[in-house]
């Protein structure tokens, strides 16, 4: 079965950095596309970065404008980890974040995706 577990995630002052992290189990890992999400109170569910899956990797990661050169998407095979860096922070940006997993990139993006963590809460204070 698989799992994806979410850590890392507290209040930090604008301007602050946190890193994230997404374990996950139960399955290939790198056979799969995978992506962070956010969600505000109130807001619908945003696409913050994704990352493509080891067997059909098609060019680099991909982030949301509000985010791009702040975020960093990355993953570590041997761990089964994938991360978020996040830098810059905003009080914007406060949210759950939640990673997801799919066999399809078009899941992934489309926030759809079949495998989803249970979040964990950034907070921004400014």
């Known amino acids: 079965q698989v799992q994806l577990v979410e850590s890392g995630g507290g209040s930090v002052q604008a301007g602050g950095s946190l890193r994230l992290s997404c374990t996950a189990s139960?399955?290939?890992?790198?056979?799969?596309?995978m992506g962070w999400f956010r969600q505000a109170p109130g807001k619908e569910r945003e696409g913050v970065a994704f990352?493509?899956?080891?067997?059909?990797?098609?060019?680099?990661?991909t982030y949301a404008d509000s985010v791009k050169g702040r975020f960093t998407i990355s993953k570590d095979n041997a761990k089964k980890i994938l991360y978020l860096q996040m830098n810059s922070l905003k009080p914007e940006d406060t949210a759950m974040y939640y990673c997801a997993a799919d066999f399809r990139r078009a899941n992934v993006v489309a926030g759809t995706a079949d495998y989803w963590g249970q979040g964990t809460q950034v907070t921004v204070s400014s």
């Open positions: 139960g399955y290939t890992y790198s056979y799969y596309y």
């Open positions: 990352i493509d899956s080891d067997v059909d990797s098609d060019g680099g990661p």
